[in-house]
């Protein structure tokens, strides 16, 4: 099978909440060169407060953990 895309890929993680997704995608698409990015979101189901509460200070978010 042929792959429509070239040149070396690479993965990156990147933490922020789902209120900033959004703001995240589009400045992703907008700022690399490629015009069909993998972007996905997968979201945290379970994690210790102290990681919720620090996410939620990171991002200046008003929400509970």
Excluded at 1 to 19: R, V
């Amino acid at each position: 099978m042929d792959s429509p895309f070239t040149g070396e890929e690479w993965q990156l993680l990147l933490k922020t909440h789902a209120q900033r997704f959004e703001d995240l995608r589009a400045f992703l698409q907008d700022h690399h060169p490629w015009q069909k990015l993998v972007i996905a979101a997968v979201p945290i189901v379970m994690s210790s407060d102290e990681y919720a509460a620090w996410v939620s200070r990171t991002l200046l978010l008003d929400v509970a953990p």
